[in-house]
């Protein structure tokens, strides 16, 4: 099983408020991820960073961020929760082959 | 458009019994193509990765298939398990990208009953 983490698991807020869910890996790799999906919906890839410094938005469109200061954290922020960010974020790495290890997700709720 | 279509969208077969879920895609250029699993609540793990060159590659009870001329590839689940009850996603990547892009399927939700 890959050493991928992801906190929370569930989170349950308010409509504007600050969230950051917290994504971490063990395995030393240089690529992470991060992915939105809705039930019965493919992933939808929002954030990728190649290595510490670097960030880059995805496919999808978000209004969230995400920062890389060291190899083996990959947080995501949102400062104005909305309903409509209501999904699973999933958490993802890759090492020097493209094979993605997943983390468990968060799956948000927004009131 | 670089797409990935899956089928059926959910199926629903008795333990013990065999089945095949289906994927088609248009990504091109072609790089390879996994098969994940993806439990309920869980983030997805491979199954399988095939390349251009494979046609037929196993992991236990699951043999993946790649035709890479028509662009499909199936997965063959053999005398299927309560814990085979899951979403399989079809995940191809792009050969042109250094990122190893990849494009997903929305995935074949299958159940396993008892």
């Known amino acids: 099983e890959a050493d991928i983490y992801q906190t929370p698991r569930y989170l349950v807020i308010g409509t504007g408020k600050k969230i950051t869910l917290e994504c971490s890996q063990t395995?030393?790799?240089?690529?992470m991820y991060w992915y939105q999906q809705d039930p019965g919906m493919e992933l939808h890839l929002i954030h990728y960073?190649?290595?510490?410094?670097?960030?880059e938005k995805g496919d999808l469109s978000s209004e969230s961020t995400v920062s890389r200061i060291r190899t083996e954290h990959f947080p995501l922020t949102l400062e104005s929760a909305r309903p409509s960010h209501t999904s699973q974020y999933l958490c993802a790495s890759s090492g020097g082959t493209d094979t993605q290890y997943f983390g468990p997700g968060t799956r948000l709720t927004v009131l | 458009k670089n797409q990935v279509e899956q089928s059926p969208q959910s199926l629903i077969i008795l333990e013990g019994k065999n089945c095949t879920l289906q994927?088609?895609?248009?990504?091109?250029?072609?790089?390879?193509l996994r098969w994940y699993k993806q439990d309920t609540g869980r983030g997805p793990v491979s199954l399988t990765i095939?390349?251009?060159?494979?046609n037929t590659k196993s992991n236990g009870r699951y043999t993946a298939t790649l035709d890479a001329d028509t662009k499909q590839s199936s997965l063959h689940i053999t005398a299927s398990q309560l814990s085979d009850s899951a979403s399989y996603i079809c995940?191809?990547?792009?050969?042109?990208?250094?990122?190893?892009?990849?494009?997903f399927g929305r995935g074949t939700q299958l159940t396993v009953w008892p």
């Open positions: 995940v191809v990547s792009d050969r042109g990208s250094t990122l190893g892009r990849l494009y």
């Open positions: 960073s190649y290595g510490v410094n670097s960030t």
């Open positions: 095939m390349t251009f060159s494979e």
């Open positions: 395995m030393g790799h240089d690529k």
């Open positions: 994927c088609n895609y248009t990504v091109s250029p072609f790089s390879n």
